[in-house]
């Protein structure tokens, strides 16, 4: 390697010596992000910005094909419609943003930046739910939300994040419930199928759950590190919001009756996910089927006679079947590639002139670094398939990490044992008391993820204090 491209290298971190310092490494040098003028704000720069339309437009097909329809709702929220939902409040009270002044001039209420826009979706609701025939409304808006955090880092925990929330008012609780796990599948599809992170499905605690809502619903992903990331939610708020803002409709007997409530949500966070479970110590691995480019032409030796005709040439019979780019700056082949890896590209495309003589390209995988001959005849062919092999091997082995980094624990010793030998899912029975999950967190930082959906049996008693335990839980440090 050339000192050049060493050094391009060395700007990383290893993430064995300090993930912490690797991650924003990382998201700095692949140009993701930077800085905003305000502490725990961030620019999401062109290149981290194609990565969340990608995630984005996925998402918004799938959420469009359950019959929900994009809004737009205000980024201000009156104090007193917040206060409406005492524990909604309660929860959301430490984070909240407020607006004093308009101008000059002290406003006579003051105003939230939204956190999160229950309470103008309600306030909505109560203005235009009247009968049964105006249910189910299937409501999704793409928005930013502000949330005051202590400890920021880039799309992980910021004050200020880009996603969707979905807010769907159903007849019955059955009918809202329904609503609640289908969303979960959408984001399970989504996670799994095309950032290539196998997901933990499940319920969260009453501790954990959402402030407001009857129970949530949840996928939990591992990172490289062996800290959890709760990579995205549903809600089923019952009718306790209903009640609260005075939600209600004429059932077909001519009855009134409180409206049933869904929220869920997805936000950029999913990117600090996939640069945490595929990202290694060259820069980020993107999985094909959200890589903005997919494959990545690097004419080598491009001032010889013919060899950029044949790269352009190349582009444009590839354009159709893959998302390609080209590199034809004046940089050297070596560094060139080194951004390629960087920049977590699944594919390099090396094509020089002797490739020429032979029509023939050399394919660079991201993730393994093999290279393979291909004859420009079979590239249409190829291609296609190999994007599709890395991102099965991509999933695969985030899968078989995830298996690696979980354990089992029976008592409280063996739980703190086990954390500190491999950190990582730790799966423990529980009784249910809110005393042992706060106990557990006190005592080994580790939290209940979720109560998953495929329940074990590890043992008969709680891990925390031995009195006869009703479920399974998947217990771990988390960002």
């Not at 993930?19 to 981290?48: C, E, H, N, S």
């Not at 949500?265 to 903005?292: E, S």
């Not at 020089?352 to 050399?362: A, F």
Request: hydrophobic share 35%; with cysteine; aromatic share 10%.
């Amino acid at each position: 390697m050339g000192k050049k491209n060493k050094q391009f290298v060395e700007k990383i971190t290893a993430m064995e010596d300090d993930f912490a310092q690797w991650y924003t490494d990382i998201v700095k040098q692949a140009d993701l992000v930077d800085y905003g003028p305000v502490r725990g704000t961030m620019i999401i720069k062109p290149d981290g910005f194609a990565i969340w339309e990608r995630i984005r437009d996925e998402l918004d097909r799938q959420i469009k094909a359950t019959g929900h329809a994009n809004v737009s709702f205000p980024l201000f929220i009156p104090e007193s419609l917040l206060q409406k939902e005492k524990d909604h409040v309660e929860g959301f009270a430490p984070e909240v943003a407020w607006v004093t002044h308009g101008g000059e001039n002290e406003l006579n209420e003051r105003l939230v930046v939204r956190p999160t826009s229950e309470a103008l979706f309600c306030e909505y609701y109560s203005k235009n739910i009247h009968s049964y025939r105006d249910l189910p409304m299937l409501y999704n808006q793409w928005s930013n939300v502000v949330r005051w955090e202590k400890t920021t880092r880039p799309f992980l925990r910021s004050l200020e994040f880009l996603w969707q929330e979905g807010h769907t008012a159903h007849a019955t609780y059955e009918e809202a419930a329904g609503e609640t796990e289908k969303m979960l599948n959408v984001y399970t599809d989504v996670v799994e199928n095309y950032l290539a992170i196998p997901v933990i499905r499940g319920r969260k605690t009453e501790k954990e759950k959402f402030a407001g809502a009857d129970y949530t619903l949840t996928i939990e992903s591992m990172m490289h590190d062996g800290k959890a990331l709760q990579s995205g939610t549903s809600h089923h708020f019952g009718s306790g919001f209903a009640e609260a803002f005075d939600i209600t409709y004429l059932d077909e007997k001519g009855e009134s009756q409180y409206v049933h409530q869904t929220s869920w949500g997805a936000t950029t966070r999913l990117i600090g996910a996939l640069i945490m479970v595929h990202g290694d110590n060259r820069g980020l691995v993107l999985p094909p089927r959200i890589a903005p480019i997919q494959a990545i032409i690097v004419p080598i030796a491009q001032h010889k006679e013919g060899v950029l005709d044949k790269a352009y040439a190349l582009r444009d019979q590839l354009k159709d079947f893959v998302r390609v780019g080209m590199d034809v700056s004046d940089k050297s082949p070596g560094w060139k590639f080194n951004e390629c890896e960087m920049k977590g590209i699944p594919v390099r495309i090396e094509m020089g002139p002797k490739d020429i003589e032979k029509n023939q390209v050399v394919l660079v995988r991201r993730d393994t670094g093999e290279k393979e001959f291909v004859a420009l005849t079979d590239l249409e062919s190829r291609l296609p398939v190999l994007l599709e092999e890395i991102q099965q091997n991509l999933f695969n082995q985030a899968l078989a990490h995830r298996e690696e980094k979980t354990s089992i624990a029976t008592t409280l010793d063996e739980f703190k044992q086990t954390l500190e030998e491999n950190p990582g899912f730790i799966k423990a029975m529980w009784c249910g008391d809110v005393a042992c999950e706060e106990k557990i967190k006190e005592e080994t930082q580790a939290t209940s993820r979720c109560i998953p959906f495929e329940q074990e049996k590890i043992a008969d008693t709680c891990v925390c204090c031995g009195k006869e335990a009703k479920e399974m839980v998947y217990w771990a440090k988390a960002y």
